[in-house]
């Protein structure tokens, strides 16, 4: 598979952290939100400019909101940032 590719350098986005924890957000009451979602995936980085993005996410989350033990889950995994868009 070809790697992410930036577009501004024109270079191949390059491995910086495999495994890394993403929090998904969900809109809860009053326009605040909430967890949703925990998900592993892997972080690159182009070397040209430092541009990071997030790709290859797992065929499903590694936890959910709803699950007793989230936050627990959440703790341990260390989430390096929240997406809080729909």
């Known amino acids: 598979m070809l790697k992410p590719i930036c577009v501004r350098c024109c270079l191949f986005f390059k491995p910086a952290k495999n495994g890394v924890a993403i929090e998904e957000g ?3 009451a ?25 790709t290859g996410f797992g065929r499903g989350p590694v936890a959910e909101h709803y699950e007793a033990d989230y936050m627990q889950t959440r703790a341990a995994f260390n989430p390096i ?3 809080d868009d729909c």
């Open 26 to 28: 969900r809109p809860i």
């Open 30 to 54: 009053g326009g605040e939100w909430g967890p949703y979602k925990l998900w592993q995936a892997d972080l690159y980085e182009c070397r040209g400019c430092g541009t990071q993005i997030v």
């Open 81 to 83: 940032l929240r997406v």
